[in-house]
């Protein structure tokens, strides 16, 4: 069974210091890979993808992706409180389905 | 773009009514949809997929017969949830799919939160 594996926190960083959150997944035939956030009460929202081994900057954040062990993050520097949040991982399987991680807490102190 | 909008965004129902929630892709033509469920504080939980034209897949253990899925458009889901109980009480999300010809990204409406007395 495909998986995406998530630590559930909470992860709790002082504000403007760099929060790392980290996702495994199962399936080696993976190719794309996403991150979402999603606010207490509220839905997702896409927050940015990555295909290609290395990195992918986008503003605050950075997508690290190691396909070779299975692993892609995400860097959020420069934390704010209002990036408090649940952050999910998700990677499409093929056939229309995306699996999401249970998704980790994250809490940045003032 | 990539705006999707559900709903009612609140609704709260009597034990044994129906409840229809609608999901639009307001800019962009949806080939596949998405519904979710998800309890307080617990990860998203995959009820079925539709593809638009076709019969939804729904996930195990749930129940087609209750949650009724439609994909009539490309651009319009709705959930039917039939004989609500208080049990069905949830945040319901869908997405959308289909942007720029993948259906990898999923675009994620705002939620229905669903109370059934």
């Known amino acids: 069974q495909k998986e995406v594996e998530q630590n559930s926190g909470p992860l709790s960083v002082p504000e403007g210091a760099i929060a790392s959150l980290n996702c495994t997944y199962s399936?080696?035939?993976?190719?794309?890979f996403f991150w979402y956030r999603q606010y207490s009460g509220k839905s997702p929202e896409l927050i940015m993808f990555?295909?290609?081994?290395g990195d992918k900057e986008d503003g605050r954040f950075t997508a690290q992706l190691n396909k070779a062990s299975q692993y892609v993050s995400l860097l959020i520097r420069d934390s704010q409180p209002s990036d408090s949040a649940t952050y999910l991982c998700?990677?499409?399987?093929?056939?229309?389905?995306?699996?999401f991680g249970a998704g980790t807490r994250l809490f940045v102190k003032a | 773009g990539a705006v999707v909008s559900q709903h009612p965004s609140r609704v709260i129902c009597k034990s044994g009514t129906s409840v229809k929630i609608e999901c639009r892709s307001l800019?962009?033509?949806?080939?596949?949809m998405f519904w979710y469920r998800q309890f307080p504080k617990q990860s998203l939980m995959l009820m079925a997929t539709?593809?638009?034209?076709?019969?939804?897949?729904?996930e195990q253990g749930v129940e087609k017969d209750k949650f009724l899925i439609n994909h009539a458009s490309l651009t319009l889901s709705t959930l039917t949830v039939t004989s609500a109980h208080p049990e069905d009480s949830s945040f319901y999300i869908c997405?959308?799919?289909?942007?720029?010809?993948?259906?990898?990204?999923?675009?994620f409406g705002p939620g229905t939160r669903l109370t059934v007395l």
């Open positions: 800019d962009f033509q949806a080939t596949t």
């Open positions: 998700a990677v499409p399987t093929g056939g229309f389905k995306t699996i």
């Open positions: 399936d080696r035939g993976s190719q794309s």
């Open positions: 990555i295909y290609s081994n």
């Open positions: 997405s959308a799919a289909g942007l720029a010809g993948t259906t990898d990204t999923q675009y």
């Open positions: 539709s593809n638009e034209g076709s019969k939804a897949t729904y």
